[in-house]
Every structure is written in structure tokens, then in C-alpha cells.
């Protein structure tokens, strides 16, 4: 099946740093990748959708400047935590989409744990 | 290599009992997740196993079995909103999430 990967893995970085998460669809072609949220146990909050060759589309509530989306290619999207502090800490998951209408999926990445000191 | 297999298509009829499959072969195992997907929608947590057995949570209950690699998500009394892509996700050493292609499920009246 088609794969989804993140990098990095982990990344533990200092307050006020700025961390730039990878989200690749490596043997298909992702239109649209989605990036989302999870908190512990809890279900994934969907942040923004990203378009290749043009603006994410965010979700009420998330801030568009601090959480900065490019989808430069139909392979990768990145996902960018500006001016990271510790309340940012979570666990980011990427997804794409392969396919229309009824026969679309998503593919979801392994997940990147951000940890702001 | 990492590996996890659920059905891609299941259907089943409003009322009845659908049992949802799952198994896994990965580095490690630090807890199996199911979520519920609507087309269009983020996915919903729906379970969470790490210990062997039974979870039930109102209509839908989950099963894992460590050693054999195997759980299932059992849905009893289906409604037509049931109707939904089912998802199975495996934490590994790493915590890591390795993602099942997802179970479509169809309910008919």
C-alpha cells in the first residue's frame, strides 16, 4: 500500500525556536496532505489543509502565521511550529490523499513528537 | 518490516453485529489504536488496547491479543451512521504510528 513518511521522528527543541516538520507521500502523487494534532488518547484535531501550488486552508482556531504550511510538490508538504513554546508540545500527524471521489483514501504518517523546552 | 492488515471492505446490515479485524507484525508495541473516520471528517478515537483482552466501551468493544499480533473492534447494534471508515493504528518502540489502510465499513437497512 502507499506509504506516508514523517521527518524527523522526535525533535526536542528550545522555547522561542522554530521546528520544520516533513510530510512525504513516497510512491504516490498527494494533491492534498492534511496535517493534524493528537493529544493522548484523544482523537486527531485536524490543523490545515494543505494544496500543492497554493495557500493552506486552517481550521478555526489555528493561527496561520504561527503554523506555517507549504505544499511545494505533489510529494511534499512541510509543516513549519514558528516561535515554538512549551504548550505546542504534542505529537503532529501528516496525512495524504491519494485518489478521488469513491476511490479515495488517506494515508497517515508515522507522526513527528515535538517537545518544547 | 512494519506491517499492519485490516480488511478493505466489510458490510453489514442496521441492527447487527460487524467485527472489524486487524494484525500486526512491527518493531516493538506500544499500544493499538482504533479510530472511526467519516468521509471528509478527522479521524475519531475510538479505542485505545496496550493489555491483552477485552475493552468495551457502549456498542463498540475492542480485543487485543499480544501474542498473536491480533485485535479486532466489534460493533453491535449497527446504525446507519456506523457507516464510516475504521482505522487501526499500532505504536511501535519508537513510538511511532504505523497505520492499517483503513476498514471501509457499509451498513444497509
Known amino acids: 500500500g502507499a506509504v506516508v513518511s514523517q521527518h524527523p521522528s522526535w525533535v526536542i527543541c528550545k522555547s522561542g525556536t522554530s521546528v520544520k516538520i516533513e510530510c512525504r507521500s513516497l510512491?504516490?502523487?498527494?494533491?492534498?496532505m492534511f496535517w493534524y494534532r493528537q493529544f493522548p488518547k484523544q482523537s486527531l484535531m485536524l490543523m490545515a489543509t494543505s494544496n500543492e501550488g497554493s495557500k493552506a486552508t486552517y481550521e478555526q482556531g489555528v493561527e496561520k502565521d504561527k503554523f506555517l504550511i507549504n505544499h511545494a510538490s505533489l510529494t511534499l508538504s512541510t509543516l513549519t511550529v514558528t516561535s515554538a513554546h512549551p504548550e505546542d508540545s504534542s505529537f503532529y500527524i501528516c496525512?495524504?490523499?491519494?485518489?478521488?471521489?469513491?476511490?479515495?483514501?488517506?494515508?497517515f504518517g508515522p507522526g513527528t513528537r515535538l517537545l518544547v523546552l | 518490516g512494519q506491517n499492519i492488515d485490516q480488511p478493505t471492505e466489510m458490510t453489514a446490515t442496521e441492527g447487527a453485529i460487524v467485527q472489524i479485524n486487524c494484525t500486526y507484525q512491527t518493531s516493538g508495541f506500544n499500544g493499538l489504536f482504533w479510530y472511526q473516520q467519516h468521509a471528509g471528517e478527522a479521524p475519531t478515537f475510538l479505542s485505545y488496547n496496550v493489555l491483552d483482552g477485552l475493552e468495551e466501551k457502549g456498542r463498540f468493544s475492542s480485543f487485543l491479543s499480544r501474542s498473536k499480533g491480533y485485535s479486532y473492534l466489534l460493533l453491535k447494534e449497527l446504525q446507519m451512521k456506523d457507516s464510516a471508515s475504521y482505522l487501526c493504528?499500532?505504536?511501535?518502540?519508537?513510538?511511532?504510528?504505523?497505520w492499517g489502510a483503513g476498514t471501509k465499513l457499509i451498513i444497509k437497512p
Open positions: 510512491d504516490f502523487q498527494a494533491t492534498t
Open positions: 496525512s495524504a490523499r491519494d485518489g478521488q471521489g469513491a476511490q479515495e483514501t488517506q494515508y
Open positions: 493504528a499500532v505504536m511501535d518502540s519508537n513510538y511511532q504510528l504505523i
